[in-house]
Nanobody, 118 residues
Framework: QVQLVESGGGLVQAGGSLRLSCAASTSIASINFMHWYRQAPGKQRELVAEITIGGVTNYAGSVKGRFTISRANAKNTVDLQMNSLKPEDTAVYYC????????????WGQGTQVTVSS
């Protein structure tokens, strides 16, 4: 079982930056995929960014070039650096871990609110 806790959300003006952090209760060195998702009011949850166990990253088109995902296995954290924020980035941001141990396991954090004012 992996517990995830997100932090770093808040209120920021358009054009500003925030850095979200996802702390895991166990080592993430063997976790195959770490993801950041977001869900805006009235919308479906969507993938924002992901990073593999080997450090390969993937981003949603809407955030590419503005957001950067990184993982620090020694600290058991995955961060999301968000720059040039836009009002449409406003959402609850969630961290997810996917690990394969005989079968795939998924773990979610409780989310952190990001609000971008215009």
């Amino acid at each position: 079982q992996v517990q995830l806790v997100e932090s770093g959300g808040g209120l920021v003006q358009a054009g500003g930056s925030l850095r979200l952090s996802c702390a895991a209760s166990t080592s993430i060195a063997s976790i195959n995929f770490m993801h950041w998702y977001r869900q805006a009011p009235g919308k479906q949850r969507e993938l924002v960014a992901e990073i593999t166990i080997g450090g390969v990253t993937n981003y949603a088109g809407s955030v590419k070039g503005r957001f950067t995902i990184s993982r620090a296995n020694a600290k058991n954290t995955v961060d999301l650096q968000m720059n040039s924020l836009k009002p449409e980035d406003t959402a609850v941001y969630y961290c997810k871990a996917q690990q394969y141990r005989l079968r795939w396991h998924e773990y979610w954090g409780q989310g952190t609110q990001v609000t971008v004012s215009s």
